[in-house]
């Protein structure tokens, strides 16, 4: 399991444990929706074939520290 997939549903985990424990109902249902959202977001990583180590694989540092896809930046 990639790393951002794991902080999401960590993230959502911690949301519905926090929602559980509130009484003020709307601020419980906002935080249970944003639990929905991150779970949602960690499943489409995987619908999207998302593989970070490629992802990162393809990147190639520059000369000034900053990173950039390697296919060349805005003026190639």
Partial sequence: ???EK???LDHAKRCRRVAGDLTHSAAAR???SMAE???????????DGVDLKQSHARRSRTGDGSDREG????NS
């Fill in 1 to 3: 399991m990639s790393i």
């Fill in 6 to 8: 794991r902080a999401l």
């Fill in 30 to 32: 906002r935080l249970q």
């Fill in 37 to 47: 959202e991150y779970e949602e977001r960690a499943a489409r990583l995987d619908d």
């Fill in 71 to 74: 296919h060349g930046g805005l």
